[in-house]
């Protein structure tokens, strides 16, 4: 979560423009008398409000955020059929960790994980280790410390004395990845973008590892642009590594989208545990997985990869509990609407949901090429994600300029800088998620091609701080 800082000096004492807050038809009793009433907003207030009342202000309040099915700068799943978010509201007052209160959402858990290592193509789908977290940004957290682990016990006797733990990754990786090795102590080893590379390269990560590396992070589906990591390429190289040095460099996939895609619409490639350096893999239920935020997945390839010391054994509420997350409470419902999905589509219905975004975000890709502006880096035919920036011939106007007039029109469209080595680009990213229509597509072109000619018509790009022209940093 971002940190937020208290009321700072925004006085409350603003009684001209606060006591015009409420309007009179929002009190019950006696609407004149509630037009002089205010409850203050950084702090509690001294009395209740009816129901009704804290609803319409919070309601109002909340019109001002975009609509999320016009946020094509997010991953995460915007639309669930009617019955979902029913499930849903049946169980949010469910506690997740209470399993001995709440066996069958416990057993929904287990089977959900049962179904993706099945998916995933584990040696024993009914043995695999699993668990549900948050989000993919725990099931991260959770995946680099069993690898941290399992590094520290082969090196006992030079830990932490002498040896500091790495992890090799792209620099393309998601920011979890730098928090992992920022809040558990691990040097992040990050294989830099080169021309039009814009993910890891496997023999330039196997160059970075040694004794000390925990493991390699490969990417399935870049947050950047939509492309797949090579994944079987990089185990090769590591394969390879090992037998000239001796060194076994487990590798983690990060599959917080393309698990929950290439398995359906990219059957030939081999990215899981068909590998048999793939240790552990994530992904995230909320984003091509088509649930709700926020529910995420982590699973390991065998017990083995998983040391026990890591799992804790609670007798809580009078039941014996192993667990292996940073959260504790959490609501069951996301978990329920995991298998619910699962139940719902089955194998059929995913392929049919993620062809269809990839088919939209391939002709939405052609549609941004052929308007002559732009150029396409990728196209949306790995994740349903594609990424573009001006045309060289273009000078009156930037990616930001294109973001900031596209958000006039409701649409978030995120406008960013590519990291180091590739800093000179700036680009745009749309990300088509199901729920994202055709029809929607087409609503997004017509209104860019409305936008365009007044932009081409400006003398310089507007933009003079690409850090600041943009609200979006993911």
């Known amino acids: 979560m971002p940190l937020h800082q208290g009321a ?24 004149v008398s509630e037009m002089t009433v205010a409850p203050p907003t950084h702090r509690l207030p001294d009395g209740p409000l009816p129901p009704s009342t804290a609803y319409q202000l919070v309601h ?19 639309w669930m059929e009617p019955e979902a978010g029913v499930l849903m509201a049946e169980c949010r007052d469910k506690n997740m960790i209470d399993k001995d209160e709440y066996p069958r959402t416990a057993e929904l858990e287990r089977r959900c994980v049962a179904m993706l290592a099945d998916l995933w193509n584990a040696p024993d789908p009914s043995t695999t280790v699993g668990c549900s977290t948050t989000g993919s940004s725990e099931a991260c957290m959770l995946a680099g410390m069993a690898l941290k682990r399992r590094w520290s016990r082969r090196n006992a006797d030079r830990y932490p004395a002498t040896a500091r733990p790495n992890l090799v990754m792209g620099i393309n990786v998601q920011v979890c990845w730098d928090k992992f090795c920022n809040f558990w102590e691990v040097e992040p080893r990050l294989v830099p973008m080169e021309g039009d590379r814009f993910h890891i390269d496997p023999q330039a990560a196997a160059d970075l590892c040694d004794e000390n590396t925990i493991g390699v992070v490969t990417v399935l589906g870049s947050t950047f642009d939509g492309s797949y990591e090579p994944v079987a390429e990089v185990c090769a190289a590591l394969d390879a590594l090992q037998e000239f040095t001796g060194l076994d460099i487990p590798v983690h996939v990060d599959g917080a989208s393309g698990a929950m895609v290439a398995p359906f619409v990219d059957e030939g490639l081999v990215w899981d545990f068909r590998l048999p350096r793939v240790s552990s893999i994530n992904t995230s239920g909320h984003k091509y997985g088509l649930v709700y935020p926020g529910v995420g997945w982590a699973l390991w390839r065998t017990s083995d990869e998983l ?7 609670v007798n809580y ?30 194998r059929d219905g995913f392929r049919a949901v993620q062809q269809t975004s990839r088919d939209v975000a391939r002709r939405l890709a052609d549609q941004f090429e052929q308007l002559g502006d732009f150029q396409l880096l990728t196209r949306g035919e790995e994740l349903p994600v594609f990424a573009l920036t001006t045309a060289p011939d273009v000078k009156n106007f930037d990616v930001f300029d294109v973001s900031r007039r596209l958000r006039e029109q409701g649409w978030l469209v995120p406008a960013y800088t590519f990291p180091a080595n590739r800093e000179d680009l700036s680009v745009l990213r749309v990300v088509c998620r199901n729920g994202f229509s055709g029809d929607l597509a087409k609503l997004l072109m017509d209104d860019l091609q409305g936008l365009l000619p007044e932009l081409r018509r400006q003398p310089h790009p507007l933009s003079k701080d690409a850090a600041t022209a943009t609200a979006f940093h993911h």
């Open 60 to 78: 109002d309040e909340l019109m001002l955020d975009g609509n999320s099915r016009l946020n094509l700068a997010t991953f995460v799943t915007t």
């Open 317 to 346: 509420l009078g039941g014996d509990m192993p667990t292996f997350a940073l959260n504790f409470s959490r609501p069951g419902a996301q978990v329920v609407a995991q298998y619910y999905t699962f139940l719902r589509l089955g």
């Open 307 to 313: 040391p026990e010391e890591l799992v804790f054994r």
């Open 8 to 31: 700072g000096s925004t006085p409350e004492q603003d009684t001209d423009t606060r006591r015009l807050s409420l309007n009179p038809f929002f009190g019950e009793a006696d609407p």
